[in-house]
């Protein structure tokens, strides 16, 4: 069974170069252990996922959006090239969702925000020391471990973009870490880490903007979110984990463009079986999918593989982080991290009214839409994935190993 062909993604924008398994097929119909076939719900079709097979290039153009690099990436300022950037996690954080009203003031920063070498430098070199779990038989080989999340709270809040200004942003939906507001610093991950997620040592936190039934004008939140962090390359040389506090942007909040069949950038339709993932139909505007079966809205958003090793940010949230191309990273971003992958599920199927985000309620398109990740996990916990499953290239689920 698959899924109808897609046209080819834009050819102004990286190819994709994994195609992800449908995590909602395995859930809902509990798929045996060491199953060669994994679902894929976004790449259109499937492929076979045992026997060292690797993935041909998805078509699902309208899946995944892959903005370009831009001009700023070849030579951003700050410290001398290093691999080193991550700050310091607290050895014992508290489960509390809220901050307590006597901590000191902080004032949250933005523009090039400089790495702490030292704690990366300890964290690459507990990476480096690792040994490998032994792998129980049966373990595909997609290189990937994930949290799955659940919709969390809403907030005109940005901590990324909006730092210390409530109120500042669209409307966003949050995921993972509870106590996140615009006045959440990477400190915060460590020390309130209540969160959505499973594993609960991902303390990060996830948002896109919010989602809206054009008809009533409600709120459609997700029912199904994972974070994959995966690697996208064929091979996995020069793997390093992902470092603590890093914050990143993928797409465009301020884009404004039709999303009709086939656009890239556009929600789509997904369930287990066949059917278009463009829907059966069209919203009255063009710009949304109307899902036919047991198909529900879903989209897709992937992330960069490549950091500079300098910086937990930069002026305009992307320009510290970059694309790899075939196998390796630009010179001017050395470093291979895993790279997160939004899978996100709506309980919606469409309607001839269509939906909204708050990133764009007047062109009523699904260009502008989204994602902001500010990453924080247990060290220890993101290294022994990051070696197990993405260096060693054996899927992993929340927890290690999947079967």
Known sequence: MSYASLPEPDASQPPPRHRPPSWFARNRLGMAAGAAVALVIAAAGVYLGSGGVTPEPSNAANALEYPSPSAGQVGSPGAAASASATPAVSATPSASTTPSTAA???????????????????????YQALTVDPVPAGVGNLPEFRADCQYSHRLPDD??????????????????????????????????????????????????????DNATGKPVETTGFRVYYRSLAKNSTGQMPMPNGLRMISGDAKKKKPTPRG??????????????????????????????????????????????????DSPNHKDHVAYGSGN???????VRIPAITFDIQYPAKGTPAGYYLSSDKEGKSASSMHGDAFVMWDVNTMNKRTK??????????NYGYQK
């Open 263 to 312: 656009a890239t950038g556009q929600f789509y339709c997904a369930f287990y079986g066949p059917g278009d993932l463009d829907g059966i139909a069209r919203s009255t505007n063009g710009n949304w999918p109307i899902c036919g079966g047991d198909a529900t809205l879903h989209f897709m958003m992937q992330f960069p593989d490549c950091w500079d090793g300098k910086h937990l």
């Open 104 to 126: 000191t003031p902080k004032v949250p920063t933005t523009g090039w925000i400089p790495v702490d070498r030292a704690a990366w430098k300890a964290q690459a070199d507990a």
């Open 159 to 212: 901590p990324i973009v909006a730092p210390g200004l409530p109120g500042a942003s669209h409307m966003h939906s949050f995921v993972g870490n509870k106590a996140v507001d615009a006045d959440t610093v990477a400190g915060d991950l460590t020390k309130f880490t209540a969160t959505s997620c499973k594993p609960v040592q991902d303390h990060s936190a996830y948002w896109v903007p919010t989602l809206y």
């Open 388 to 397: 197990n499953c993405v260096l060693q290239r054996r899927t992993c689920d």
């Open 328 to 334: 390796g990273c630009p010179s001017s971003h050395p």
